[in-house]
């Protein structure tokens, strides 16, 4: 108790607590633009923490961390381009809400979400740190091709109405994921003798494109007719009754980000796309998600807070990266002297218990940041939109050439955007392309391995109760909609028959 306490002490120093605020603020910033994210974010201000108390430098560089992830919804929200892939699951309804006039309501909720996943967390990090860092030790690659199978599947399959272009859909994103060369072959594939392709497109630049591009050029192209969308500034704060539709979500979601977090290689992306379809899932009325339903906007925010607690796990006690934003904090802890590991419980518990209490501290500094940032946020919606437009496609084609650094991913960029308004357009769905798209890669490196390892794909579904489990559940997320369906449609028969 009493390391907890000197934890706790060694945090409210205020040189820590100066830190905070200023990696809150520098992560809500680096959040909000499109395509830098959590792991550029840490990389671009590693130079800052040069000279620091080790102790110190976790503290800046854990906050940007969390403070990137509250931040990444924000543009999601407003202005429908999400900050990074673990903010793409609040467009679905987050966008939404802000077109009904809710801006306010969604970005303060939505930071009340991350503080709630982010608390959770923090108590799952202290009691099952090392127990969840041993049953991630389990996961080998069978159990990570089941995994992605798995989350690849209940995405798709909530694709009320249009479950074949939701396969269609994940097939395009995997399609694309082949591009580049095979690791294992070391063969070159669709990279159309461009060399810039040959480590593949980045998943970010493609997110940016549909979603960013993609709402500019629908919104060019329906210029001419009436505006729908309400930009009233209403309420800044959520009501009394949101309340109470989110907190269930919320305590839900946030363990499944924390777990989910704590598999090396899953990342906020994969929790909180799981959180919003488990939580669909479990709504009686699915099919007003996707429209601005507060439900599906705060159970992904949970998640995504409670992931990145969730990623510090592997991170610090087996050294293994729970995320790319965990992997470059991991070389930049290196560097500065401390080493991630079984034994830094042990050995550092000082720094430790330091980075758990900051973290609590952190996420309350956030959420009051986020909150009283809502006003002056609400105003980009009163930007005109020969404005606005401009705006959001300079920061897009910044955001992507800071990726890379590399035009091509302007072409790309434009690409994707076409991409994005032809799917709105037919009314196909873009989640399980985005899915698809950023788990494919590992994927097949992981079959890949699992073939090597189990010399066929059947001896990967019997490899451990992991995948027994996961086998099963992949299979039950695909059989019990259809069988719902099936069921519905035969109820619907009967009803006119017994009203004769």
């Known amino acids: 108790m009493s390391i907890i306490l000197d934890g706790l002490i060694t945090a409210l120093q205020p040189i820590n607590l100066l830190l905070l605020l200023l990696g809150a603020l520098l992560g809500t910033i680096v959040g909000i633009l499109p395509g830098l994210g959590p792991a550029t974010g840490i990389a671009v201000l590693i130079p800052l923490t040069f000279g620091m108390e080790p102790v110190s430098a976790l503290i800046l560089m854990a906050a940007i961390y969390y403070g990137a992830l509250f931040g990444g919804s924000r543009s999601s929200i407003l202005i429908n381009t999400p900050g990074d892939g673990s903010s793409v699951a609040a467009t679905f309804d987050g966008y939404p809400m802000t077109k009904n006039g809710q801006a306010g309501q969604a970005m303060s909720i939505a930071a009340i979400a991350s503080l709630f996943g982010g608390i959770m967390a923090i108590f799952g990090f202290i009691f099952l740190a090392i127990p969840l860092a041993d049953f991630a030790l389990n996961f080998g690659p069978a159990e990570f091709v089941l995994l992605f199978l798995f989350a690849l599947s209940i995405v798709v399959t909530l694709s009320v109405g249009n479950t074949i272009k939701g396969f269609l859909s994940m097939f395009v994103g995997l399609g694309i994921a082949t591009i580049g060369v095979d690791l294992q072959s070391e063969v070159q594939r669709f990279t159309l003798g461009i060399p810039e392709l040959i480590e593949g497109i980045d998943f970010i630049v493609v997110i940016i494109g549909i979603y960013a591009i993609g709402e500019v050029l629908y919104n060019l192209f329906n210029i001419s007719q009436p505006k729908t969308t309400d930009h009233n500034i209403g309420r800044k704060l959520f009501t009394k009754e949101q309340w109470k539709r989110s907190l269930g979500p919320i305590v839900r979601s946030g363990p499944i980000g924390f777990i989910l977090g704590a598999l090396p290689g899953s990342g906020g992306t994969i929790s909180s796309l799981f959180a919003y379809s488990a939580q669909r899932s479990l709504s009686k009325k699915p099919e007003e998600y996707g429209k601005g339903k507060v439900e599906g906007l705060v159970a992904p925010e949970s998640a995504n807070s409670a992931s990145a607690v969730g990623a510090l796990i592997p991170t610090l006690t087996m050294a293994i990266p729970g995320s790319g934003a965990t992997a470059v904090m991991l070389g930049a802890l290196i560097m500065i002297g401390v080493t991630p590991g079984p034994l830094l419980f042990e050995d550092s518990p ?151």
């Open 350 to 500: 000082d720094l430790v218990w330091t980075l758990i209490n900051s973290m609590f501290i952190g996420n309350i500094i956030l959420v009051t940041l986020n909150i009283a940032l809502v006003g002056v946020l609400m105003k980009v919606l009163h930007t005109p939109p020969k404005v606005l437009y401009p705006v959001i496609l300079l920061l897009s084609f910044i955001g992507v050439y800071t990726l890379g650094y590399s035009t091509i991913d302007f072409y790309i960029l434009l690409i994707a955007g076409a991409v994005g308004l032809l799917m709105r357009v037919m009314n196909y769905p873009v989640v399980p392309l985005i899915l698809a798209l950023i788990v494919g890669g590992d994927l097949e490196q992981e079959f890949q391995r699992s073939m090597v390892i189990y010399d066929n794909a059947f001896g990967i579904l019997f490899a451990s109760p992991i995948t027994i489990v996961l086998g099963i559940l992949t299979l039950l997320s695909i059989v019990l909609p259809l069988i719902s369906k099936w069921l519905k449609r035969r109820n619907r028969k009967k009803q006119p028959s017994q009203s004769m």
